[in-house]
């Protein structure tokens, strides 16, 4: 089992720049790539960014190359996600998930989630 732990959502501005950090806890974190989706009102849980198990390969979707980076710290047991230049369209409930092979945009395929961080973006 693994459990997680998200922090660091809020209300900002348009431009602004937010980070949200997922805690991990249980077994080996380094053993699951780890993502990031979000989900609006009415819409269905989308794919954000993913990393895999030690760090050295990433993805991302498309809304959000070039203004998010998602990172992790495998002795702290953390992934991170910096968002930066914040649009409206980025508000969403954002959920770290854990997947034990990486790359996975099908949220089906995340094993573990947490319970997830509002993030509100206001124009």
């Known amino acids: 089992q693994v459990q997680l732990v998200e922090s660091g959502g809020g209300l900002v501005q348009a431009g602004d720049s937010l980070r949200l950090s997922c805690a991990a806890s249980?077994?080996?974190?380094?053993?699951?790539?780890m993502g990031w989706f979000r989900q609006a009102p009415g819409k269905e849980r989308e794919f954000v960014a993913a990393?895999?198990?030690?760090?050295?390969?990433?993805k991302y979707a498309d809304s959000v190359k070039g203004r998010f980076s998602i990172s992790r710290d495998n002795a702290k047991n953390t992934v991170a996600l910096q968002m930066n230049g914040l649009k409206p369209e980025d508000t969403a409930v954002y959920y770290c998930?854990?997947?034990?092979?990486?790359?996975?945009?099908?949220?089906?395929?995340?094993?573990?989630w947490g319970q997830g961080t509002q993030v509100t973006v206001s124009s």
């Open positions: 998930a854990a997947a034990s092979t990486f790359g996975a945009v099908d949220p089906k395929l995340y094993d573990y």
């Open positions: 249980g077994r080996s974190f380094r053993n699951y790539a």
């Open positions: 990393i895999s198990g030690h760090g050295t390969i990433t």
